[in-house]
């Protein structure tokens, strides 16, 4: 045995063929892969005192009530935000509390370990499928590095724990592992009920199934073994006048075609497998939970009043309904996410495998392809059946996004990966049946491990991408935490967007969390910002008075240099609004806001161009 052959044992040999230690390695190298990225934004997490994740503050800020149940009393933005969190994602958040380690603390470190998982169960089930420890590798590698170059993971949000939860569930179900299958199905309704719609709709693919008395059930195994029968002993004859019809010793064309059927009928059964009926039955169950459970801010905001708001319009803070077939479809949260799935390029690659396995005698490794491999079509039918079904159902369902963009991903992941891999046999192949080639196969090599493993430091400047948010303001965040805990903020400024989780005080309104799904919450909340727009540039002062009353206002907080239109201009989250465009227009026809007047007799305190107005003197001011 040559070096090139015993070398390439090691790398595209199935497990069936070669030792364990090939396994350890890739196994080992996969995980320490997902540790290095975890490390690297802990650097960056751990980077400064007041460092949060853009999603976070919607979905952390409140749960600091765990720690002070004193905190943000009677506020809008925190109890809505409580009652969309699921429940085990909650309940996560606040065991940890009760042992002293602080939710924005939590979500910081909570990605390494989230990651993990989803290494370890990526790398396992790309196995069940096709048993060569690199395309365990390959798969894991892709995968880890399309959570950490996108901001899902890292959010340590609802959305980061599908991974970690929803490929234990493909694993254990393709495993036919009952109890697995089912704590990872509790676990992903706990944290991720959208997951089990997905799931609820593969169980319904593979609970008929065709199946052999003498053979485990297997849902297209039964067709495959039908038309294979069926090509093997039917005989296509020419039908003559002197062949007499039912011979059984010269079986003719509609006689071939009679056995055939009978044969079907007598020795295959259709079944329901109970293993799936029984997930899908907890599916059932689970969907049911979340089904009856009123929200508190209801009703889900319907298409035909989505359709004329212009948060999601063109621009606007929730874009959605576009003109643009191409982005509504494959882009958005309106589309299946198409630029998320090819992230990183390699992914595309998965698109070759059914051409891969069509030509198997050029890639033989292909033949040690399990049947398992049908999660994955089964897969990808199930998230683009809910994917319209969400767009039939708009809103109810969520976003039609939600259904396609983190199953297609795992579906690439472990395509590309069996791709890849068949190409580096096949090419290890050639090299060794031309011995004059093979000084081609070790550059060939070095380019392909290169470019994969280090593509996201080659393409990315910063690399993992967290879009942690860091707070610049620390000088006002010690300042509102010295006030009282029922403090409220007016500010249109985007730093009130990081006071909720840096200075533990209620916000009137901000950027962040204008979410418009509920319209029990949104209604509220948009009127809290036409109202504070229109009187923060209002030029009477009874205007600014009357918010204040209105709702029970402590502190404003305003920029020096917030009263020129070139302030509001690039504002895209306040362009949405008419007021904003009618203050524009006043502030260039030189009629200046009321409030602007009284910047320093009622400043209680300023840092870096940001003025803390105190309610009680604005609204005590004369007219």
Same mark, same amino acid.
């Given at each position: 045995?040559?070096?090139?052959?015993?070398?390439?044992?090691?790398?595209?040999?199935?497990?069936?063929?070669?030792?364990?230690?090939?396994?350890?390695?890739?196994?080992?190298?996969?995980?320490?892969?997902?540790?290095?990225?975890?490390?690297?934004?802990?650097?960056?997490?751990?980077?400064?005192?007041?460092?949060?994740?853009?999603?976070?503050?919607?979905?952390?800020?409140?749960?600091?009530?765990?720690?002070?149940?004193?905190?943000?009393?009677?506020?809008?933005?925190?109890?809505?935000?409580?009652?969309?969190?699921?429940?085990?994602?909650?309940?996560?958040?606040?065991?940890?509390?009760?042992?002293?380690?602080?939710?924005?603390?939590?979500?910081?470190?909570?990605?390494?370990?989230?990651?993990?998982?989803?290494?370890?169960?990526?790398?396992?089930?790309?196995?069940?499928?096709?048993?060569?420890?690199?395309?365990?590798?390959?798969?894991?590698?892709?995968?880890?590095?399309?959570?950490?170059?996108?901001?899902?993971?890292?959010?340590?949000?609802?959305?980061?724990?599908?991974?970690?939860?929803?490929?234990?569930?493909?694993?254990?179900?393709?495993?036919?592992?009952?109890?697995?299958?089912?704590?990872?199905?509790?676990?992903?309704?706990?944290?991720?009920?959208?997951?089990?719609?997905?799931?609820?709709?593969?169980?319904?693919?593979?609970?008929?199934?065709?199946?052999?008395?003498?053979?485990?059930?297997?849902?297209?195994?039964?067709?495959?073994?039908?038309?294979?029968?069926?090509?093997?002993?039917?005989?296509?004859?020419?039908?003559?006048?002197?062949?007499?019809?039912?011979?059984?010793?010269?079986?003719?064309?509609?006689?071939?075609?009679?056995?055939?059927?009978?044969?079907?009928?007598?020795?295959?059964?259709?079944?329901?497998?109970?293993?799936?009926?029984?997930?899908?039955?907890?599916?059932?169950?689970?969907?049911?939970?979340?089904?009856?459970?009123?929200?508190?801010?209801?009703?889900?905001?319907?298409?035909?009043?989505?359709?004329?708001?212009?948060?999601?319009?063109?621009?606007?803070?929730? #874009?959605?309904?576009?003109?643009?077939?191409?982005?509504?479809?494959?882009?958005?949260?309106?589309?299946?996410?198409?630029?998320?799935?090819?992230?990183?390029?390699?992914?595309?690659?998965?698109?070759?495998?059914?051409?891969?396995?069509?030509?198997?005698?050029?890639?033989?490794?292909?033949?040690?392809?399990?049947?398992?491999?049908?999660?994955?079509?089964?897969?990808?039918?199930?998230?683009?059946?809910?994917?319209?079904?969400?767009?039939?159902?708009?809103?109810?369902?969520?976003?039609?996004?939600?259904?396609?963009?983190?199953?297609?991903?795992?579906?690439?992941?472990?395509?590309?990966?069996?791709?890849?891999?068949?190409?580096?046999?096949?090419?290890?192949?050639?090299?060794?049946?031309?011995?004059?080639?093979?000084?081609?196969?070790?550059?060939?090599?070095?380019?392909?491990?290169?470019?994969?493993?280090?593509?996201?430091?080659?393409?990315?400047?910063?690399?993992?991408?967290?879009?942690?948010?860091?707070?610049?303001?620390?000088?006002?965040?010690?300042?509102?935490?010295?006030?009282?805990?029922?403090?409220?903020?007016?500010?249109?400024?985007?730093?009130?967007?990081?006071?909720?989780?840096?200075?533990?005080?209620?916000?009137?309104?901000?950027?962040?969390?204008?979410?418009?799904?509920?319209?029990?919450?949104? #209604? #509220?909340?948009?009127?809290?910002?036409?109202?504070?727009?229109?009187?923060?540039?209002?030029?009477?002062?009874?205007?600014?008075?009357?918010?204040?009353?209105?709702?029970?206002?402590?502190?404003?907080?305003?920029?020096?240099?917030?009263?020129?239109?070139?302030?509001?201009?690039?504002?895209?989250?306040?362009?949405?609004?008419?007021?904003?465009?009618?203050?524009?227009?006043?502030?260039?026809?030189?009629?200046?806001?009321?409030?602007?007047?009284?910047?320093?007799?009622?400043?209680?305190?300023?840092?870096?161009?940001?003025?803390?107005?105190?309610?009680?003197?604005?609204?005590?001011?004369?007219?």
């Amino acid at each position: 045995m040559t070096l090139t052959s015993k070398n390439k044992k090691f790398f595209t040999a199935p497990i069936s063929q070669t030792s364990k230690s090939p396994l350890i390695f890739w196994f080992t190298l996969s995980l320490t892969i997902s540790a290095v990225y975890g490390f690297l934004a802990w650097e960056k997490a751990f980077s400064s005192e007041y460092v949060i994740q853009d999603d976070a503050r919607q979905h952390i800020f409140w749960m600091q009530r765990f720690l002070d149940p004193e905190l943000f009393p009677h506020d809008l933005i925190a109890d809505y935000f409580q009652s969309v969190a699921p429940a085990g994602y909650t309940f996560l958040y606040q065991l940890m509390a009760m042992v002293g380690i602080y939710p924005i603390f939590l979500h910081k470190i909570l990605p390494m370990f989230l990651g993990f998982i989803s290494t370890a169960y990526g790398f396992y089930l790309c196995l069940e499928i096709f048993p060569v420890p690199l395309a365990g590798f390959f798969s894991t590698l892709l995968l880890n590095q399309s959570l950490w170059m996108q901001d899902g993971l890292i959010s340590a949000t609802p959305k980061a724990f599908i991974y970690p939860l929803f490929l234990p569930l493909l694993y254990y179900l393709v495993r036919h592992h009952l109890l697995g299958t089912g704590i990872s199905l509790l676990l992903l309704g706990l944290f991720y009920p959208q997951g089990v719609l997905i799931a609820a709709v593969i169980f319904i693919f593979r609970c008929g199934q065709i199946q052999k008395p003498t053979q485990k059930p297997g849902f297209f195994r039964g067709y495959q073994q039908l038309f294979v029968k069926g090509i093997k002993e039917t005989r296509f004859l020419k039908f003559s006048a002197d062949r007499e019809f039912g011979n059984p010793q010269k079986p003719g064309f509609f006689r071939g075609y009679q056995e055939l059927f009978v044969k079907s009928i007598k020795e295959t059964r259709f079944l329901v497998d109970r293993f799936h009926v029984i997930c899908l039955g907890l599916a059932f169950f689970i969907l049911l939970y979340y089904s009856l459970s009123a929200s508190d801010f209801g009703p889900t905001i319907a298409r035909s009043q989505a359709q004329i708001l212009p948060e999601f319009l063109l621009k606007g803070r929730s #874009q959605f309904f576009i003109e643009d077939s191409w982005n509504f479809w494959f882009h958005g949260r309106s589309g299946m996410g198409l630029a998320t799935i090819l992230t990183p390029v390699f992914m595309a690659f998965g698109f070759l495998l059914p051409v891969l396995i069509r030509f198997y005698a050029y890639f033989t490794l292909s033949q040690k392809i399990k049947h398992k491999v049908i999660i994955l079509p089964q897969l990808i039918l199930a998230s683009f059946t809910l994917f319209f079904a969400a767009h039939l159902l708009l809103f109810k369902l969520h976003l039609p996004s939600r259904y396609t963009q983190h199953t297609l991903r795992i579906v690439l992941a472990i395509s590309a990966a069996i791709a890849l891999t068949l190409i580096l046999d096949s090419l290890w192949s050639w090299a060794i049946s031309q011995p004059g080639k093979r000084l081609f196969l070790l550059p060939v090599m070095m380019i392909l491990f290169t470019g994969l493993i280090f593509y996201p430091q080659l393409t990315m400047s910063n690399f993992p991408w967290t879009y942690y948010q860091v707070g610049e303001n620390p000088e006002i965040y010690q300042f509102f935490q010295q006030q009282p805990k029922d403090s409220l903020i007016a500010s249109l400024s985007e730093e009130a967007n990081n006071l909720p989780s840096f200075a533990q005080r209620s916000i009137l309104t901000g950027r962040e969390y204008a979410v418009p799904y509920h319209w029990g919450y949104y #209604q #509220q909340f948009r009127q809290r910002t036409l109202d504070l727009i229109q009187s923060q540039y209002s030029s009477n002062l009874a205007d600014v008075q009357g918010l204040i009353e209105k709702y029970n206002i402590d502190f404003w907080l305003v920029e020096r240099g917030a009263f020129t239109p070139g302030y509001l201009a690039p504002n895209s989250w306040l362009n949405q609004y008419e007021e904003t465009t009618k203050a524009i227009a006043q502030l260039s026809a030189g009629i200046y806001p009321a409030i602007e007047q009284y910047l320093d007799r009622c400043s209680v305190f300023e840092a870096n161009g940001l003025v803390v107005l105190s309610g009680e003197c604005l609204k005590n001011i004369p007219m």
